[in-house]
């Protein structure tokens, strides 16, 4: 069946970067609509009331679909599009992977993400001002706490979640990517992150992330290098 | 396959409600695990390194599977124990039951139940002090606002997310159940939404949550009554 889709996203949203990972992986191509959700335009909220990014919209024959909020798109694409499949190929790597999504969705946007971004994006994005230092440092230390955690993971999987590429590894790329565009993750103290890191980087369904580019907004000098 | 289930659970954690709803509504036994999670105790990290509830286990003749988080355990619900189903039968319902999961657990709690639950019930557990009346009031007005979405909702539909009862419903239920359990719903404003609740409420799957008290925390008269 031909399926038509336009997803709507912000190019420096987590949530949004985790479902253009998984389309690119799946190889499946889309119409590209950047959207400064910040200013509530009525065209995302007539497709999520909840006024948020991502929103995948899919038109077939059939009918026209939409799909609002990463896990809902995710999850979608996993029941359509079966290869590859990026949670899992059983109960046991379904949980896990399911679990560090939530993991990276909640835990590291609540402890880390959130602070940074808020700070060096969202502040800039809404005219807000200048970054507030504890913030910041806030979201510095428990960034390197989850960094500490995911080198955990790495010291005994080849993967976040195992043996196989899975969500949790873009899950965790996505929030770790636009933090990165601000330069602050700091790779030098997380080797084995970092290698993780720059062979999800090498594939072709990081390549777009790696071009985008927010007026106002200069990402680190390294941010696009694969050989960083 | 016989399976035997244990669930880890905070009695008036909205996540772990979702989970005894459905396992409820699915018609599965499980022991019954209480678990004082800001204690952080060590068995409950053992099994969740986040030190969260809910988890479920499941143990079979061919091993032990470990589950972690409400979404994960809820997801594998459905993929294992198919009917009744509680996510949707086709590409839209499914959308829609996600896109409403999302809506209570991430934008409710933000707006309206953190509020709430931090100031009526985590104080109280922490032994942190008295309700900050700002925060309550802030958590209330956002109520309000759900209250009312909620409300147009059900203008058009029996259940939340469409002509059936799903995870949508459970999710909200289980949210404002709490928040219920300390008398802080508005009902006399939302008919409707009442009406939706006592549905809920009279199905046999809602009894347990009916029942559960926890020491120093006393529910409101109406808490468990059918007919509120």
């Known amino acids: ?18 479902v253009r990972l998984a389309l690119g992986e799946k190889r499946l191509p889309f119409t590209d609509n950047p959207v400064r959700y910040w200013e509530r335009p009525k065209e995302l909220s007539q497709l999520n009331p909840s006024g948020m990014v991502p929103v995948l919209v ?3 024959d059939r009918g026209t679909l939409v799909l609002c909020e990463a896990r809902a798109i995710l999850d979608h694409l996993e029941e359509t599009v079966v290869e ?9 790597e379904r949980a896990e992977a399911r679990r560090l999504l939530q993991w990276f969705d909640r835990k590291f946007e609540y402890e880390a993400g959130g602070f ?47 043996k196989r590429l899975s969500l949790a590894d873009f899950a965790a790329a996505a929030h770790l990517s636009v933090i990165d565009y601000f330069g602050d993750v700091p790779w030098g103290d997380f ?3 970092k290698t993780w890191y720059m062979k999800l980087k090498s594939r072709p369904a990081f390549r777009p992330l790696l071009m985008d580019r927010w007026p106002g907004l200069t990402p680190a000098k390294h941010y696009d290098d694969l050989d960083f």
Chains 1, 2 share one sequence.
């Open 84 to 92: 590859p499949a990026l949670l899992g190929r059983n109960a046991a």
């Open 116 to 162: 940074i971004l808020h700070e060096k994006m969202e502040k800039r994005l809404l005219g807000l001002g200048a970054p507030e230092l504890a913030n910041l440092r806030q979201g510095r230390e428990g960034l390197k706490n989850h960094l500490w955690y995911i080198d955990q993971l790495l010291a005994e999987r080849e993967w976040l979640a195992g």
């Open 191 to 193: 080797a084995s992150v």
């Open 1 to 18: 069946m031909n399926v038509e889709r336009i997803l709507h996203h912000f190019p420096l949203d987590p949530a949004s970067r985790q």
């Open 58 to 60: 899919e038109k077939t």
